[in-house]
């Protein structure tokens, strides 16, 4: 089986919303942060239940580091590869897509060995407070938090009186004898 990684160009765009557009399952590793709002800025919306293995990774290992390229290794990725982006990007882009397929093929298993005292696994964690959570978050960082200008504004003066009075006071405590 021949893979190949695609160079993003317009022509490609159409087909990969396309696929994008399909209701089944999408698995990436740091995709939400990073893929999904690259996707997002060519007008392509991800159908489907999507999975985000770094995020399920820190369900599993929240104390390790969450980089591809590990995780990959510890689901028994042979060598390193992320070096290889400059020189052999079509190489990299397809070992980045199976590094993933590989670590999904084992890390939810993982995560439903783990059992809490009531019986709720780190999958049910990692499925319910974050998979679902991440569309509201979503959702948040694109309205913004509303800001009234002229209220910043006040709280700006007063923030910098505050700071030349505590910065004063400290000046003065440092003087004295």
Known sequence: MLFRSVDWTPDIVPIVADIFATPNSKVGHN??????PILAKHGISIAGPRHDTRWAWHAL????PAHLQLVAQ???WEFPWKHMA???FQ?????????VQRIWSWLPRDLRHIRSGSG??????YDKM?????PILRDMERRGIPVDAAHLGQFREWLTEEVAKRSE???SELQSP
């Open 31 to 36: 995709t939400w942060l990073f893929d999904d």
């Open 61 to 64: 290992q929240p104390d390790l």
């Open 74 to 76: 510890v689901y028994g």
């Open 86 to 88: 400059g020189t052999h």
């Open 91 to 99: 190489f990299y882009g397809v070992a980045d897509v199976c590094a």
């Open 120 to 125: 709720a696994t780190a999958w049910d964690g």
């Open 130 to 134: 974050t998979r679902e959570f991440e």
């Open 169 to 171: 006071e400290h000046t």
